[in-house]
């Protein structure tokens, strides 16, 4: 049998005779690589899978439920370096002008009124899927924290 090169690490192995399609070697780091790109390909293919992985998380998640502040707890670098990282991301996506999607500004504010709803790209004819509705403005809009 010819040797063949790892998938994982790269290095060449010799297929086990009882495994002729293997495409891992026998190290304990590549035997991992494989078992999480399985891992991953049946997540994203098998909804079963997901589903039951899905809930196995939640109930160990469940049994565990101070695990994380524990961690945050005796790792103290850790933490600092994520509140860090969270202040450069927030920074960024204020930077960016992500507002909440159902946010207006006053350059596109909706008026208070009467509005007449057609279905787009049909001409001005009379239709029978055409609605008549009030519009009220309920609040006021959004603005920058101290302007």
């Known amino acids: 049998m010819d040797d063949r090169r790892c998938a994982a690490c790269g290095r060449r192995f010799r297929p086990?005779?009882?495994?002729?399609?293997?495409?891992?070697?026998?190290?304990?780091?590549?035997?991992?690589?494989?078992?999480?790109?399985?891992q991953q390909a049946k997540r994203q293919h098998d909804p079963d899978y997901q589903d039951n992985q899905r809930r196995a998380q939640q109930a160990w998640a469940g049994r565990h439920a101070d695990y994380w502040r524990d961690y945050r707890r005796t790792h103290p670098d850790y933490t600092e370096r994520n509140r860090v990282?969270?202040?450069?991301?927030?920074?960024?996506?204020?930077?960016?002008?992500?507002?909440?999607?159902?946010?207006?500004?006053?350059?596109?504010?909706?008026?208070?009124g009467t509005y007449r709803l057609l279905p787009a790209g049909v001409p001005e004819i009379a239709k029978m899927d055409a609605w008549t509705v009030q519009i009220t403005v309920v609040s006021e809009g959004y603005r920058e924290p101290g302007g």
């Open 16 to 38: 086990r005779p009882q495994n002729p399609d293997q495409h891992y070697c026998a190290a304990p780091a590549c035997q991992a690589e494989r078992r999480r790109r399985w």
């Open 85 to 112: 990282q969270q202040r450069g991301r927030n920074r960024r996506r204020r930077a960016a002008g992500i507002a909440k999607m159902d946010a207006s500004t006053r350059e596109f504010a909706v008026q208070s």
